[in-house]
C-alpha cells in the first residue's frame, strides 16, 4: 500500500501492546502523522514515511525471553530520538547495555511518579500515571540519567537528553495517566521537532491529490450506506473527482424512519453527489419472506446487496474504481495476525462493503484515519453534525432488531417506536456522541428491538394481546464491550407511554438491562 503522505511522521513499533492504537491515537491528536508497525517490520516500509523519530511499544514480553522480540538495527543505528514505553524502554536498555531486572511482580494499577530533573518530557514534579510491568530497570545503560520515580520503580523515567532517547516505565498513552497526552507531545513536538501539520484541512489537501493521481480521468463508483466511514468517504472522492464519480444507495426497506431522505439531503443536496437511489424495498421483502433465523437474515441480505450492486454497477457502464471507507483500525487490526483470532459471534456483513467476485481498483481515502479523525474529515467538508456525529447501525438494518419474521407491518411498528426512542433522547440531549476529556458522554447507541412475543395487557376496558417492544441503551468507547445506559427513569417512563400510546399492536415495553459481554449489543 502506498503510504500516507510526505509529511514528517512518526513511527511506533508495536511490540504486542493491547494500547499500540492508543499512542497513534495520542500522537495524532497532536496533529502530527504516524504509523503503527509491527516491531519486525522490514526498515523499508517504516522509512517510507519519513519518520522523525521512533515510540517503541510496551508489550507482553520480558527482554531476557526466548525470542523476545528486540529493537530493529535501523532504529538504533538511525540517529533518530526513541520514546521507549514500557517494555519498549526495557528492550531500549538492554538493547543499550543497561540491565532489566526479571522480578516476575506485577505493578499494576495507578501510582504517582516524582520528577528528579527537569527535562523535555515530563511536563511537571509530580504526575499521576498509570503503571502496568512486572519487570524493571535494574541499571542505566552509558549516557542516561534517571528522569523520575515512583514508590516502586526507582527508575520509571529515563533519558540520554544529547541523543534524545527516552524511555517511561508507565503507560502515558492510556486514559488514566491524565498528562499523558502531553508527555507524548512534547516527545514528537519537541524532541522530534516535527511540525503539527496533520489537521484535518491538510489531510483533505493530501487526500484529494493522492486521489486524483490514482484515478485520472476514470469512472469511480461508490456504495453509500448512511454511515459516516462510507459518507465521508464519499464526500472526500466527490470533492476530488467531481461528476466522475457515481454514488449508489440501495434503499432495503429496512432503514430507520427518515433515514433515506436524510441521506440524500447530505450528500445530493448539500454537496452535489450525484446519488443513484435504488428502491430495492419489494425485492428485500420477498427474499427475507419466512426467514426468521439471524445469520440467515444476514446472509440472504448480504446476497441481494451484492446482486443490486452489480446490475446497477453493469448499468452504469462498469466503472473501474470502487470508494471503499475503510478505516485504520481495521488495516491494523487485520495486519495483526494474533489479534484475529476472535470467534466470530455473528456475521458483520458490512452491507455497502466490497462484492468480492467483483474487480475494481480500491479507493480508500480513509485508509489511514481512525474514527474521530474521520468525522473531522466529515465536519471539514460540509456534512451535517449530526450525520457526522451520528450512532452506528449495522448494515442489515431492521432486519435485525424486527425479531422474528419480517414483515412490512412489523417493520413499521418498529420504525415507530424507534423514532419515538430516537426522538425523546434527542429532546434530552442524550442521543448524539459528544467529544469530551473522558470519552464520550450520551449514549453511544440507542434504538428499539421489536420482540416475537405477545402479551396481555388492557387497554381502556378491553384486553390486548400484543407484541413487546424491548429499548436497547449502551455506553461504550468501542463497541467490543459496552455497558446498559443508566437512563433517568422518568425519561425511561416518557418513552414507554408514548410507544404504547402511538404504536398500534404494541401494549408493553421492556429495557434491557445486560451488559456486553455476556450479550451482544444488537438482539441478533
Ligand atoms: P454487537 O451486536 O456484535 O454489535 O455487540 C457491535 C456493533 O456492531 C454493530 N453491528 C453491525 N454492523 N453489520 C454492521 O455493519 C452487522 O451485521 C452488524 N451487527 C452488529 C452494532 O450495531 C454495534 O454497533
Redesign the pocket.
Known amino acids: 500500500m502506498e503510504p500516507m503522505n510526505s509529511l514528517d511522521s512518526i513511527a511506533i513499533l508495536d511490540f504486542g501492546s493491547q494500547y499500540a492504537q492508543l499512542i497513534a491515537r495520542r500522537v495524532r491528536e497532536a496533529h502530527v502523522y504516524c504509523e503503527l508497525f509491527p516491531w519486525d517490520a522490514p526498515g523499508e516500509q517504516v522509512f517510507a514515511i519519513n519518520p522523525k523519530g521512533f515510540i517503541l511499544s510496551g508489550g507482553p514480553a520480558s527482554v531476557y525471553a526466548p525470542g523476545a522480540p528486540q529493537i530493529p538495527n535501523y532504529v538504533l543505528h538511525s540517529g533518530l530520538p526513541i520514546l521507549g514505553i514500557c517494555y519498549g524502554m526495557q528492550a531500549l536498555t538492554h538493547a543499550l547495555g543497561g540491565i532489566v531486572s526479571a522480578s516476575g511482580e506485577r505493578e499494576y494499577g495507578p501510582a504517582e511518579v516524582e520528577v528528579l530533573q527537569p527535562n523535555a518530557l515530563l511536563p511537571a514534579d509530580t504526575l499521576k500515571v498509570w503503571m502496568s510491568h512486572g519487570d524493571r530497570i535494574e541499571s542505566l545503560p552509558a549516557g542516561f540519567v534517571t528522569l523520575a520515580r515512583s514508590q516502586n520503580s526507582p527508575i520509571a523515567a529515563m533519558g540520554d537528553l544529547n541523543r534524545g532517547y527516552f524511555g517511561v516505565q508507565f503507560h502515558p498513552e492510556v486514559h488514566h495517566t491524565p498528562r499523558g497526552g502531553e508527555i507524548l507531545r512534547n516527545f514528537v513536538l519537541t524532541t522530534c521537532a516535527v511540525h503539527p501539520t496533520w489537521t484535518p484541512e491538510s489531510i483533505i489537501t493530501t487526500r484529494i491529490e493522492r486521489i486524483r493521481q490514482q484515478v485520472g480521468g476514470k469512472m469511480v463508483l461508490s456504495a453509500v450506506s448512511g454511515?459516516v466511514d462510507s459518507t465521508v468517504a464519499t464526500a472526500l472522492v466527490h470533492r476530488a473527482v467531481g461528476d466522475q464519480l457515481v454514488a449508489i444507495f440501495v434503499d432495503t426497506g429496512l432503514l430507520r424512519q427518515g433515514e433515506r431522505n436524510r441521506v440524500q439531503a447530505a450528500l445530493g443536496k448539500n454537496l452535489g453527489v450525484e446519488l443513484v437511489v435504488v428502491d430495492a424495498g419489494g425485492q428485500f421483502m420477498q427474499a427475507l419472506s419466512g426467514v426468521t433465523d439471524p445469520e440467515h437474515k444476514?446472509a440472504v441480505i448480504g446476497e441481494l446487496f451484492i446482486r443490486i450492486f452489480e446490475e446497477y454497477a453493469r448499468q452504469l457502464g462498469d466503472p473501474e474504481f470502487l470508494v471503499q471507507g475503510t478505516i485504520y483500525p481495521d488495516v491494523v487490526e487485520s495486519s495483526a495476525p494474533d489479534r484475529n483470532k476472535a470467534e466470530r459471534?455473528?456475521?458483520?456483513?458490512?452491507?455497502g462493503g466490497l462484492p468480492e467476485t467483483m474487480q475494481f481498483k480500491l479507493v480508500e481515502p480513509l485508509r489511514y484515519l481512525f474514527k474521530d479523525e474521520v468525522r473531522q474529515v466529515g465536519e471539514s467538508l460540509g456534512l451535517p453534525r449530526e450525520l457526522v456525529w451520528r450512532q452506528?447501525?449495522?448494515?442489515?438494518g431492521l432486519a435485525?432488531r424486527c425479531l422474528g419474521e419480517i414483515t412490512p407491518e412489523r417493520l413499521e411498528r418498529l420504525r415507530l417506536a424507534d423514532a419515538i426512542l430516537t426522538e425523546t433522547l434527542e429532546a434530552a440531549g442524550l442521543l448524539h456522541l459528544q467529544a469530551g476529556s473522558g470519552g464520550f458522554s450520551g449514549t453511544s447507541?440507542a434504538f428499539a428491538v421489536l420482540l416475537p412475543v405477545q402479551s396481555v395487557g388492557v387497554m381502556g376496558d378491553s384486553r390486548t394481546y400484543q407484541e413487546v417492544v424491548a429499548i436497547r441503551a449502551v455506553t461504550t468507547d468501542d463497541?467490543m464491550t459496552?455497558d446498559w445506559a443508566r437512563l433517568p427513569y422518568e425519561l425511561l417512563a416518557s418513552i414507554s407511554n408514548r410507544i404504547v400510546n402511538e404504536v398500534p399492536g404494541v401494549n408493553r415495553v421492556v429495557y434491557d438491562i445486560t451488559s456486553?459481554p455476556p450479550a451482544?449489543?444488537?438482539w441478533e
Do not use: D
Request: net charge positive; aromatic share 10%.
Open positions: 454511515g444476514r459471534i455473528k456475521t458483520h456483513h458490512n452491507v452506528p447501525f449495522p448494515g442489515p435485525v447507541q463497541f459496552a456486553k451482544t449489543i444488537e
